[in-house]
């Protein structure tokens, strides 16, 4: 589950609020909290009051507020997952994209990559290769320019959780936003 909010209305209350990407949690399932790699338990799984309290289990796509046994630091664009189940925390991503903006796609070109709830610095490392969609090849590539498709190597400056698309789309997809004008890319 990646992290949107930290709900701390006063000091006994600490809840992380989110959307399930994946899977399933109940209370007392152990857990960490990536990419610092802490681990805990679900304590609850929160409700409001008026909804009837606190919930036996939550999966996929569900919102929910978790709160943990302990205190760990865990932030907006952190991830919470069960141990055993962990996604990948790492500094490089290779992804396939389609590029959908004017101006063509080339090594060195700096983004901020976000995935999730967090936004990190990133710099394209290469294009590996262009899909040709009609023929179903691939073939190598220095760019990737309006429309076109194909894998690309990023390199972020914060570590990032990321699942493979297939395994987890909510944890495996990925956009770049131009840092000048906000624009996705």
Not at 36 to 62: L, Y
Not at 101 to 113: A, D, F, K, N
Not at 120 to 144: H, I, Q
Request: charged content about 25%; some cysteine.
């Amino acid at each position: 589950m990646p992290v949107q909010f930290v709900i701390r209305p006063d000091l006994d209350f600490r809840g992380f609020a989110g959307q399930i990407a994946g899977g399933s949690v109940r209370p007392g399932d152990r857990v960490r909290i990536l990419p610092s790699g802490k681990e805990t338990r679900v304590k609850r799984i929160a409700r409001a009051p008026a909804d009837g309290g606190d919930m036996a289990m939550a999966h996929a796509p569900q919102s929910v507020v978790l709160t943990l046994a302990d205190e760990v630091d865990c932030s907006r664009g952190d991830v919470i997952c069960c141990v055993g189940d962990d996604p990948a925390v790492t500094l490089g991503i290779e992804c396939d994209m389609v590029w959908m903006q004017e101006q063509p796609l080339v090594p060195g070109q700096r983004y901020l990559l976000r995935t999730g709830a967090k936004s990190t610095p990133c710099t394209v490392r290469r294009v590996r290769w262009l899909l040709d969609v009609d023929a179903l090849t691939t073939s190598p590539a220095e760019s990737l320019r309006l429309n076109e498709i194909g894998r690309v190597q990023l390199e972020c400056e914060e570590r990032v959780v990321v699942d493979g698309y297939r395994d987890c789309r909510g944890t495996g997809a990925l956009v770049l936003v131009d840092r000048l004008t906000n624009a996705t890319r």
